[in-house]
Protein backbone atom coordinates (compact mmCIF):
# COMPACT_ATOMS: atom_id res chain seq x y z
CA UNK A 1 0.00 0.00 0.00
CA UNK A 2 2.56 2.05 0.86
CA UNK A 3 3.82 1.99 -2.38
CA UNK A 4 0.65 2.24 -4.69
CA UNK A 5 0.17 5.39 -2.51
CA UNK A 6 3.64 6.88 -3.33
CA UNK A 7 3.82 5.65 -7.14
CA UNK A 8 0.29 6.44 -8.05
CA UNK A 9 0.71 9.68 -6.51
CA UNK A 10 4.29 10.58 -7.99
CA UNK A 11 2.85 9.09 -11.65
CA UNK A 12 -0.03 10.38 -12.10
CA UNK A 13 0.46 13.19 -9.47
CA UNK A 14 0.54 16.17 -12.21
CA UNK A 15 -2.56 15.15 -13.54
CA UNK A 16 -4.31 14.76 -10.91
CA UNK A 17 -3.48 18.91 -9.68
CA UNK A 18 -4.70 19.84 -13.13
CA UNK A 19 -7.88 18.51 -12.44
CA UNK A 20 -7.89 19.40 -9.03
CA UNK A 21 -6.72 23.08 -10.11
CA UNK A 22 -9.53 23.46 -12.63
CA UNK A 23 -12.05 21.80 -11.29
CA UNK A 24 -12.02 24.12 -8.10
CA UNK A 25 -12.01 27.29 -10.60
CA UNK A 26 -14.94 25.60 -12.01
CA UNK A 27 -17.07 26.22 -8.47
CA UNK A 28 -17.47 29.94 -9.76
CA UNK A 29 -16.63 29.08 -13.61
CA UNK A 30 -19.73 31.70 -14.19
CA UNK A 31 -18.31 34.31 -12.07
CA UNK A 32 -14.97 33.95 -14.16
CA UNK A 33 -17.09 34.34 -16.67
CA UNK A 34 -18.77 37.88 -15.72
CA UNK A 35 -14.75 38.87 -14.94
CA UNK A 36 -13.57 38.00 -18.39
CA UNK A 37 -16.70 39.19 -20.00
CA UNK A 38 -17.05 42.53 -18.96
CA UNK A 39 -20.22 42.65 -21.80
CA UNK A 40 -22.40 40.67 -20.02
CA UNK A 41 -22.63 42.24 -16.60
CA UNK A 42 -26.18 43.55 -17.84
CA UNK A 43 -29.36 43.02 -15.32
CA UNK A 44 -30.82 39.77 -15.19
CA UNK A 45 -34.39 40.35 -16.14
CA UNK A 46 -37.36 38.27 -14.65
CA UNK A 47 -40.45 37.18 -16.11
CA UNK A 48 -38.00 37.25 -19.60
CA UNK A 49 -40.89 37.22 -22.71
CA UNK A 50 -39.74 34.10 -25.03
CA UNK A 51 -41.75 35.10 -27.66
CA UNK A 52 -39.39 38.44 -27.86
CA UNK A 53 -36.39 36.84 -27.73
CA UNK A 54 -37.18 34.07 -30.86
CA UNK A 55 -38.80 38.11 -32.74
CA UNK A 56 -35.19 39.83 -32.41
CA UNK A 57 -33.22 35.77 -33.57
CA UNK A 58 -35.72 35.61 -36.52
CA UNK A 59 -33.93 37.65 -38.68
CA UNK A 60 -30.44 35.72 -37.70
CA UNK A 61 -31.58 32.22 -37.85
CA UNK A 62 -33.38 31.93 -41.00
CA UNK A 63 -33.70 28.11 -42.19
CA UNK A 64 -31.96 26.88 -39.54
CA UNK A 65 -32.38 23.05 -37.57
CA UNK A 66 -32.81 24.27 -34.66
CA UNK A 67 -32.35 27.48 -32.20
CA UNK A 68 -32.08 27.58 -28.33
CA UNK A 69 -32.19 29.80 -25.66
CA UNK A 70 -31.09 29.49 -21.71
CA UNK A 71 -33.05 31.85 -18.90
CA UNK A 72 -31.04 34.23 -17.59
CA UNK A 73 -30.11 33.62 -14.19
CA UNK A 74 -28.15 35.06 -11.21
CA UNK A 75 -24.80 33.96 -11.74
CA UNK A 76 -25.82 33.89 -15.54
CA UNK A 77 -27.49 37.44 -16.01
CA UNK A 78 -27.57 37.39 -20.40
CA UNK A 79 -29.60 35.09 -22.36
CA UNK A 80 -27.34 32.66 -24.22
CA UNK A 81 -28.94 31.90 -27.50
CA UNK A 82 -27.61 29.50 -30.17
CA UNK A 83 -28.53 28.20 -33.66
CA UNK A 84 -27.40 25.45 -36.00
CA UNK A 85 -27.92 25.69 -39.73
CA UNK A 86 -28.27 23.23 -42.56
CA UNK A 87 -24.26 23.44 -42.40
CA UNK A 88 -21.67 25.20 -41.34
CA UNK A 89 -21.00 25.49 -37.34
CA UNK A 90 -23.57 25.52 -34.19
CA UNK A 91 -23.36 29.82 -33.10
CA UNK A 92 -23.68 31.16 -29.92
CA UNK A 93 -24.26 34.48 -28.58
CA UNK A 94 -25.36 36.66 -25.52
CA UNK A 95 -28.41 38.92 -25.73
CA UNK A 96 -28.96 41.45 -22.98
CA UNK A 97 -32.70 40.74 -21.71
CA UNK A 98 -33.63 44.01 -20.65
CA UNK A 99 -33.25 45.15 -23.96
CA UNK A 100 -33.17 42.05 -26.46
CA UNK A 101 -29.86 43.37 -28.14
CA UNK A 102 -27.14 40.90 -29.01
CA UNK A 103 -24.43 41.46 -26.97
CA UNK A 104 -21.17 42.26 -28.92
CA UNK A 105 -18.99 38.54 -28.63
CA UNK A 106 -15.85 39.28 -26.58
CA UNK A 107 -13.90 36.12 -28.22
CA UNK A 108 -13.20 34.22 -25.20
CA UNK A 109 -13.53 30.99 -23.97
CA UNK A 110 -13.28 31.91 -20.23
CA UNK A 111 -14.31 30.02 -17.20
CA UNK A 112 -16.91 27.51 -18.98
CA UNK A 113 -16.02 27.39 -22.07
CA UNK A 114 -12.06 26.68 -21.17
CA UNK A 115 -11.36 25.94 -17.74
CA UNK A 116 -15.09 23.52 -16.71
CA UNK A 117 -13.95 21.14 -20.19
CA UNK A 118 -10.29 21.26 -19.00
CA UNK A 119 -11.25 19.78 -15.73
CA UNK A 120 -12.97 16.68 -17.14
CA UNK A 121 -11.42 16.20 -20.68
CA UNK A 122 -8.36 17.88 -20.35
CA UNK A 123 -9.74 19.80 -23.45
CA UNK A 124 -8.37 16.56 -25.44
CA UNK A 125 -11.30 15.33 -27.88
CA UNK A 126 -10.03 13.18 -29.88
CA UNK A 127 -11.49 9.19 -29.49
CA UNK A 128 -12.36 10.46 -26.05
CA UNK A 129 -8.66 10.58 -24.58
CA UNK A 130 -8.79 13.58 -22.41
CA UNK A 131 -11.94 11.82 -20.73
CA UNK A 132 -10.16 7.97 -20.84
CA UNK A 133 -6.91 10.49 -18.39
CA UNK A 134 -9.29 12.02 -15.98
CA UNK A 135 -11.13 8.82 -15.66
CA UNK A 136 -7.05 6.93 -15.34
CA UNK A 137 -6.71 9.81 -12.63
CA UNK A 138 -9.78 9.90 -10.82
CA UNK A 139 -9.54 6.21 -10.20
CA UNK A 140 -6.01 6.76 -9.06
CA UNK A 141 -7.28 9.26 -6.71
CA UNK A 142 -9.78 6.44 -5.23
CA UNK A 143 -6.13 4.14 -4.63
CA UNK A 144 -4.70 6.88 -3.27
CA UNK A 145 -7.71 7.64 -0.21
CA UNK A 146 -7.90 3.78 0.51
CA UNK A 147 -3.93 3.52 0.50
CA UNK A 148 -3.59 6.44 2.20
CA UNK A 149 -6.08 5.53 5.60
CA UNK A 150 -4.16 2.07 5.39
CA UNK A 151 -0.97 3.08 5.96
CA UNK A 152 -1.64 5.80 7.88
CA UNK A 153 -2.76 3.84 11.31
CA UNK A 154 -2.83 6.76 13.54
CA UNK A 155 -4.66 8.63 10.64
CA UNK A 156 -7.00 10.91 13.24
CA UNK A 157 -3.93 11.38 16.03
CA UNK A 158 -2.33 12.60 12.59
CA UNK A 159 -5.45 14.93 12.06
CA UNK A 160 -4.75 17.06 14.99
CA UNK A 161 -1.03 17.11 14.79
CA UNK A 162 0.50 20.22 12.66
CA UNK A 163 3.84 20.95 13.83
CA UNK A 164 5.06 24.16 12.39
CA UNK A 165 7.90 24.63 14.46
CA UNK A 166 9.78 20.81 13.69
CA UNK A 167 12.06 20.34 10.46
CA UNK A 168 10.61 20.98 6.88
CA UNK A 169 10.62 17.58 6.16
CA UNK A 170 8.33 16.76 9.24
CA UNK A 171 6.06 19.98 8.84
CA UNK A 172 5.03 19.34 5.17
CA UNK A 173 4.05 16.03 6.21
CA UNK A 174 1.95 16.69 8.58
CA UNK A 175 0.51 19.36 6.35
CA UNK A 176 -0.12 16.31 4.11
CA UNK A 177 -1.87 14.11 6.60
CA UNK A 178 -4.05 17.11 7.92
CA UNK A 179 -5.42 18.13 4.46
CA UNK A 180 -5.68 14.15 3.19
CA UNK A 181 -7.93 14.18 6.29
CA UNK A 182 -9.69 17.00 6.69
CA UNK A 183 -11.28 16.56 2.86
CA UNK A 184 -10.97 12.65 2.66
CA UNK A 185 -14.71 12.10 2.24
CA UNK A 186 -14.84 14.95 -0.01
CA UNK A 187 -12.01 13.55 -1.76
CA UNK A 188 -13.52 10.04 -2.38
CA UNK A 189 -16.75 11.56 -3.74
CA UNK A 190 -15.88 13.69 -5.40
CA UNK A 191 -13.39 11.31 -7.54
CA UNK A 192 -16.33 8.37 -7.97
CA UNK A 193 -18.95 10.88 -8.81
CA UNK A 194 -16.96 12.04 -12.06
CA UNK A 195 -16.18 8.41 -13.04
CA UNK A 196 -20.13 7.73 -12.21
CA UNK A 197 -20.97 10.96 -14.70
CA UNK A 198 -19.26 9.59 -17.66
CA UNK A 199 -20.64 6.18 -17.19
CA UNK A 200 -21.55 5.91 -20.93
CA UNK A 201 -17.87 6.53 -21.59
CA UNK A 202 -16.38 3.86 -19.44
CA UNK A 203 -18.76 1.35 -19.87
CA UNK A 204 -19.96 1.71 -23.51
CA UNK A 205 -21.19 -2.13 -22.96
CA UNK A 206 -24.43 -0.38 -21.36
CA UNK A 207 -25.87 0.00 -25.23
CA UNK A 208 -24.30 -3.07 -26.19
CA UNK A 209 -25.50 -5.68 -23.71
CA UNK A 210 -29.23 -3.83 -22.85
CA UNK A 211 -30.05 -2.40 -26.27
CA UNK A 212 -28.24 -4.43 -28.89
CA UNK A 213 -25.93 -1.66 -29.77
CA UNK A 214 -28.95 0.57 -30.39
CA UNK A 215 -27.53 4.18 -28.97
CA UNK A 216 -30.70 5.53 -30.42
CA UNK A 217 -33.17 3.79 -27.95
CA UNK A 218 -30.53 4.01 -25.09
CA UNK A 219 -30.86 7.71 -25.53
CA UNK A 220 -34.51 7.98 -25.48
CA UNK A 221 -35.27 5.79 -22.59
CA UNK A 222 -31.81 6.65 -20.45
CA UNK A 223 -32.16 10.63 -21.21
CA UNK A 224 -35.79 11.58 -22.98
CA UNK A 225 -34.46 12.30 -26.64
CA UNK A 226 -37.34 12.77 -28.78
CA UNK A 227 -37.00 13.69 -32.66
CA UNK A 228 -39.34 13.70 -35.26
CA UNK A 229 -38.63 14.73 -39.27
CA UNK A 230 -38.90 17.85 -40.86
CA UNK A 231 -42.28 17.81 -42.62
CA UNK A 232 -40.47 20.00 -45.61
CA UNK A 233 -43.87 22.04 -46.08
CA UNK A 234 -44.26 25.70 -44.29
CA UNK A 235 -46.35 25.88 -40.89
CA UNK A 236 -49.74 27.47 -41.13
CA UNK A 237 -49.91 28.46 -37.36
CA UNK A 238 -48.25 28.52 -34.49
CA UNK A 239 -48.62 28.62 -30.72
CA UNK A 240 -46.94 31.70 -28.42
CA UNK A 241 -43.81 29.85 -26.68
CA UNK A 242 -44.83 32.05 -23.48
CA UNK A 243 -48.07 29.87 -23.75
CA UNK A 244 -45.87 26.53 -23.77
CA UNK A 245 -43.67 27.73 -20.82
CA UNK A 246 -46.58 28.38 -19.06
CA UNK A 247 -48.07 24.83 -19.69
CA UNK A 248 -44.78 23.28 -18.81
CA UNK A 249 -44.49 24.73 -15.41
CA UNK A 250 -48.10 23.68 -14.92
CA UNK A 251 -46.86 20.20 -15.74
CA UNK A 252 -44.19 20.21 -13.25
CA UNK A 253 -46.82 21.60 -10.65
CA UNK A 254 -44.52 24.85 -10.13
CA UNK A 255 -41.20 23.66 -11.43
CA UNK A 256 -39.50 26.56 -13.54
CA UNK A 257 -37.97 26.13 -17.22
CA UNK A 258 -34.42 27.30 -18.22
CA UNK A 259 -33.79 25.95 -21.72
CA UNK A 260 -36.23 26.15 -24.69
CA UNK A 261 -35.11 24.64 -27.75
CA UNK A 262 -36.89 25.20 -30.87
CA UNK A 263 -37.05 22.18 -33.75
CA UNK A 264 -37.07 23.19 -37.43
CA UNK A 265 -38.50 26.46 -37.01
CA UNK A 266 -41.23 27.40 -39.60
CA UNK A 267 -41.58 23.74 -40.46
CA UNK A 268 -45.18 22.03 -40.47
CA UNK A 269 -43.65 19.56 -37.99
CA UNK A 270 -41.51 21.98 -36.00
CA UNK A 271 -41.63 21.08 -32.05
CA UNK A 272 -40.46 22.98 -28.74
CA UNK A 273 -38.30 21.37 -26.55
CA UNK A 274 -38.78 22.47 -22.93
CA UNK A 275 -36.15 21.45 -20.08
CA UNK A 276 -36.80 22.01 -16.30
CA UNK A 277 -34.28 23.95 -14.06
CA UNK A 278 -32.74 22.22 -11.10
CA UNK A 279 -31.17 24.82 -9.43
CA UNK A 280 -33.61 24.20 -6.24
CA UNK A 281 -32.28 20.52 -5.85
CA UNK A 282 -29.21 18.56 -5.81
CA UNK A 283 -30.34 16.37 -8.07
CA UNK A 284 -29.88 17.45 -11.44
CA UNK A 285 -33.31 16.64 -13.23
CA UNK A 286 -34.02 15.66 -16.90
CA UNK A 287 -37.77 16.42 -16.98
CA UNK A 288 -38.70 18.15 -20.14
CA UNK A 289 -41.50 18.20 -22.29
CA UNK A 290 -41.99 18.35 -26.41
CA UNK A 291 -45.02 20.47 -27.89
CA UNK A 292 -46.05 20.58 -30.86
CA UNK A 293 -44.96 24.22 -32.13
CA UNK A 294 -48.38 24.95 -34.16
CA UNK A 295 -51.05 23.42 -31.57
CA UNK A 296 -49.63 23.49 -28.39
CA UNK A 297 -50.40 19.51 -28.06
CA UNK A 298 -47.60 17.62 -25.66
CA UNK A 299 -45.81 14.97 -27.94
CA UNK A 300 -43.14 13.37 -25.21
CA UNK A 301 -42.95 14.05 -21.61
CA UNK A 302 -40.29 12.49 -19.88
CA UNK A 303 -39.09 11.81 -16.14
CA UNK A 304 -35.97 9.69 -15.53
CA UNK A 305 -36.70 6.83 -14.02
CA UNK A 306 -34.92 6.17 -10.26
CA UNK A 307 -31.62 4.57 -11.25
CA UNK A 308 -31.02 7.55 -13.68
CA UNK A 309 -32.26 9.55 -11.17
CA UNK A 310 -29.39 8.39 -8.75
CA UNK A 311 -26.46 9.44 -11.29
CA UNK A 312 -28.31 12.13 -11.54
CA UNK A 313 -28.12 13.08 -8.11
CA UNK A 314 -24.40 12.16 -7.84
CA UNK A 315 -23.42 14.34 -10.50
CA UNK A 316 -25.83 17.25 -8.60
CA UNK A 317 -23.32 16.72 -6.00
CA UNK A 318 -20.53 16.93 -8.55
CA UNK A 319 -21.05 19.67 -10.09
CA UNK A 320 -22.88 21.54 -7.00
CA UNK A 321 -25.32 23.52 -10.11
CA UNK A 322 -27.72 24.58 -7.34
CA UNK A 323 -27.79 27.64 -5.51
CA UNK A 324 -26.13 27.42 -2.34
CA UNK A 325 -23.57 29.98 -1.88
CA UNK A 326 -22.10 28.28 1.59
CA UNK A 327 -21.48 25.35 0.17
CA UNK A 328 -19.99 26.60 -2.73
CA UNK A 329 -17.21 28.37 -1.24
CA UNK A 330 -16.96 24.62 1.22
CA UNK A 331 -16.61 23.40 -2.48
CA UNK A 332 -13.75 25.38 -3.30
CA UNK A 333 -11.99 25.18 -0.16
CA UNK A 334 -12.21 21.66 -0.39
CA UNK A 335 -10.95 21.97 -3.94
CA UNK A 336 -7.62 23.72 -3.29
CA UNK A 337 -7.30 21.10 0.11
CA UNK A 338 -6.94 19.18 -2.68
CA UNK A 339 -4.59 20.89 -4.46
CA UNK A 340 -2.15 21.55 -1.53
CA UNK A 341 -2.81 17.41 -0.78
CA UNK A 342 -1.22 16.88 -3.95
CA UNK A 343 1.95 19.36 -3.69
CA UNK A 344 2.59 18.43 -0.08
CA UNK A 345 2.57 15.11 -1.50
CA UNK A 346 5.47 16.24 -4.49
CA UNK A 347 7.46 18.30 -1.71
CA UNK A 348 7.69 15.24 0.92
CA UNK A 349 8.59 12.93 -1.94
CA UNK A 350 11.61 15.37 -2.97
CA UNK A 351 12.53 15.76 0.43
CA UNK A 352 12.75 12.57 1.59
CA UNK A 353 15.17 11.18 -1.78
CA UNK A 354 17.03 14.61 -2.83
CA UNK A 355 20.18 13.75 -0.91
CA UNK A 356 20.48 10.62 -1.57
CA UNK A 357 19.77 10.98 -5.54
CA UNK A 358 22.06 13.77 -5.06
CA UNK A 359 24.92 11.53 -3.82
CA UNK A 360 24.36 8.54 -5.94
CA UNK A 361 24.23 10.89 -8.88
CA UNK A 362 20.74 10.00 -9.88
CA UNK A 363 19.01 12.11 -12.09
CA UNK A 364 15.22 10.64 -10.55
CA UNK A 365 14.72 13.64 -7.87
CA UNK A 366 16.26 16.61 -10.54
CA UNK A 367 12.70 15.15 -13.32
CA UNK A 368 10.58 14.95 -10.08
CA UNK A 369 11.27 18.12 -9.25
CA UNK A 370 10.39 19.70 -12.46
CA UNK A 371 6.97 17.49 -13.09
CA UNK A 372 6.25 18.67 -9.42
CA UNK A 373 7.21 22.74 -10.67
CA UNK A 374 5.12 22.89 -13.90
CA UNK A 375 1.98 20.85 -12.05
CA UNK A 376 2.06 22.80 -9.18
CA UNK A 377 2.81 26.75 -9.76
CA UNK A 378 3.36 26.21 -13.33
CA UNK A 379 -0.26 26.01 -14.17
CA UNK A 380 -1.09 28.50 -11.74
CA UNK A 381 0.62 30.96 -13.59
CA UNK A 382 -0.27 29.83 -17.18
CA UNK A 383 -4.06 29.96 -15.38
CA UNK A 384 -3.19 33.42 -14.69
CA UNK A 385 -1.57 34.52 -17.73
CA UNK A 386 -5.11 33.50 -19.29
CA UNK A 387 -6.39 36.15 -17.24
CA UNK A 388 -4.27 38.76 -18.23
CA UNK A 389 -3.97 38.30 -21.80
CA UNK A 390 -7.80 38.18 -21.09
CA UNK A 391 -7.80 41.82 -20.23
CA UNK A 392 -5.00 42.86 -22.29
CA UNK A 393 -6.15 41.48 -26.13
CA UNK A 394 -8.32 43.84 -28.03
CA UNK A 395 -12.13 42.76 -28.97
CA UNK A 396 -11.36 41.27 -32.32
CA UNK A 397 -7.81 40.28 -32.39
CA UNK A 398 -6.00 37.96 -34.74
CA UNK A 399 -2.45 36.84 -34.95
CA UNK A 400 -1.79 33.84 -37.59
CA UNK A 401 -4.55 33.45 -38.43
CA UNK A 402 -6.13 32.81 -35.40
CA UNK A 403 -8.69 34.76 -33.01
CA UNK A 404 -8.97 36.28 -29.86
CA UNK A 405 -10.37 33.22 -28.20
CA UNK A 406 -7.76 30.97 -29.23
CA UNK A 407 -4.86 33.11 -28.57
CA UNK A 408 -5.96 33.13 -25.11
CA UNK A 409 -5.87 29.34 -24.80
CA UNK A 410 -2.56 28.88 -26.67
CA UNK A 411 -1.32 31.80 -24.46
CA UNK A 412 -2.30 29.47 -21.47
CA UNK A 413 -0.43 26.47 -23.40
CA UNK A 414 2.47 28.12 -24.18
CA UNK A 415 3.41 29.53 -20.96
CA UNK A 416 2.63 26.57 -19.04
CA UNK A 417 4.51 24.15 -21.62
CA UNK A 418 7.38 27.18 -20.51
CA UNK A 419 7.02 26.21 -16.71
CA UNK A 420 7.90 23.31 -17.16
CA UNK A 421 11.35 24.05 -19.10
CA UNK A 422 11.85 26.41 -16.94
CA UNK A 423 12.01 24.10 -13.87
CA UNK A 424 14.44 21.95 -15.06
CA UNK A 425 16.36 24.91 -16.94
CA UNK A 426 16.60 26.47 -13.59
CA UNK A 427 16.82 23.41 -10.71
CA UNK A 428 16.56 24.89 -7.14
CA UNK A 429 15.54 28.24 -8.46
CA UNK A 430 12.31 27.41 -9.89
CA UNK A 431 10.00 27.76 -6.89
CA UNK A 432 11.19 30.91 -5.68
CA UNK A 433 10.56 32.54 -9.44
CA UNK A 434 7.00 31.04 -10.63
CA UNK A 435 6.61 31.90 -7.02
CA UNK A 436 6.98 35.47 -7.51
CA UNK A 437 5.90 35.08 -11.40
CA UNK A 438 2.16 34.07 -9.99
CA UNK A 439 2.31 37.09 -7.13
CA UNK A 440 2.92 39.87 -10.25
CA UNK A 441 0.52 38.32 -12.44
CA UNK A 442 -2.49 38.24 -10.41
CA UNK A 443 -1.81 41.99 -9.02
CA UNK A 444 -1.39 42.30 -12.36
CA UNK A 445 -4.91 40.51 -13.75
CA UNK A 446 -6.40 43.02 -10.73
CA UNK A 447 -5.23 46.08 -11.82
CA UNK A 448 -5.33 45.34 -15.49
CA UNK A 449 -9.68 44.53 -14.86
CA UNK A 450 -10.03 48.05 -13.01
CA UNK A 451 -8.05 50.35 -16.00
CA UNK A 452 -10.01 48.14 -19.09
CA UNK A 453 -13.41 47.97 -17.29
CA UNK A 454 -13.75 50.53 -14.90
CA UNK A 455 -15.12 48.05 -12.45
CA UNK A 456 -13.67 47.17 -8.90
CA UNK A 457 -14.38 47.37 -5.15
CA UNK A 458 -16.30 50.54 -5.32
CA UNK A 459 -17.85 50.38 -8.62
CA UNK A 460 -21.62 50.47 -7.68
CA UNK A 461 -22.85 47.84 -9.97
CA UNK A 462 -25.97 44.97 -9.34
CA UNK A 463 -25.26 43.20 -6.14
CA UNK A 464 -24.53 39.89 -8.44
CA UNK A 465 -22.33 41.35 -10.16
CA UNK A 466 -20.25 43.14 -7.44
CA UNK A 467 -19.84 39.55 -5.63
CA UNK A 468 -18.85 38.00 -8.83
CA UNK A 469 -15.74 41.07 -9.48
CA UNK A 470 -14.73 41.54 -6.30
CA UNK A 471 -14.91 38.43 -5.22
CA UNK A 472 -12.38 37.15 -8.06
CA UNK A 473 -10.40 40.33 -7.46
CA UNK A 474 -9.53 39.71 -3.85
CA UNK A 475 -9.01 36.11 -4.34
CA UNK A 476 -6.64 37.22 -6.82
CA UNK A 477 -5.38 39.48 -4.45
CA UNK A 478 -4.90 36.92 -1.70
CA UNK A 479 -3.44 34.60 -3.89
CA UNK A 480 -0.88 37.44 -4.61
CA UNK A 481 -0.05 37.34 -1.00
CA UNK A 482 0.64 34.43 -0.73
CA UNK A 483 2.78 33.58 -3.54
CA UNK A 484 4.67 36.99 -2.44
CA UNK A 485 5.05 35.30 1.25
CA UNK A 486 6.12 32.27 0.01
CA UNK A 487 8.89 33.73 -2.60
CA UNK A 488 9.94 35.93 -0.35
CA UNK A 489 10.54 32.84 2.27
CA UNK A 490 11.99 31.30 -0.37
CA UNK A 491 14.48 33.59 -0.96
CA UNK A 492 15.69 33.78 2.66
CA UNK A 493 16.21 30.16 2.48
CA UNK A 494 18.06 31.02 -0.54
CA UNK A 495 20.71 33.08 1.11
CA UNK A 496 20.62 31.19 4.49
CA UNK A 497 21.91 27.68 2.30
CA UNK A 498 24.24 29.57 0.37
CA UNK A 499 26.28 30.42 3.34
CA UNK A 500 26.45 26.91 4.19
CA UNK A 501 25.83 24.87 0.82
CA UNK A 502 26.12 26.73 -2.10
CA UNK A 503 23.86 26.02 -5.26
CA UNK A 504 21.45 24.14 -3.68
CA UNK A 505 18.30 25.48 -2.87
CA UNK A 506 14.78 23.06 -1.38
CA UNK A 507 11.28 24.65 -1.83
CA UNK A 508 10.99 23.77 1.80
Known amino acids: MNWLHTWAGVVLGGVLFAIFWMGTLSVFDREIDLWMKPSTRVEAVQPLSVDAVAGELKPLVG????????????????????????????????????????????????????????????????????????GLAAMAMLALCVSGVVIHRKIFTEFFTFRAD????????????????????FHFII???????????????????????????????????YTRPKAGAPATSAVSLD??????????????????????????????????????????????????????????KYTAAPVLNAQRFISGLHFIQFRHWTLRWVYFGLGLAGCLLIATGYLFW?????????????????????????????IVVATLAFFVVNRLLPLGATFLGEERAALEVWTFYIVWVATFAHAWLRPGKAWLEQSGTIAGLAVAAVILNWITTGHHLGTSLAAAHLRAIAGMDLLLLAGAAIAGYAALRLARKARRRAATTPGRLSVL
Open 191 to 225: SLSGLIIFFSIYFPSTTELAYGGDRRSFNQETFGN
Open 63 to 134: DTVQWFMRFPTEREPAVRVGYRGTSGPFIQRSIDPATLKLIPEEGTLAGTGFIFPFHYSLNIRTWSLGYWIV
Open 350 to 378: LESRRTKHERLGLRGARVVEGIAVGSVTG
Open 243 to 300: SLILEASRLWEGGKPFFVRVWHPGDANSYVEIRRSYDDAVTMNLDLVHFDAATGAVLY
Open 166 to 185: KQPRRLVLDLHNVTGVLGLP
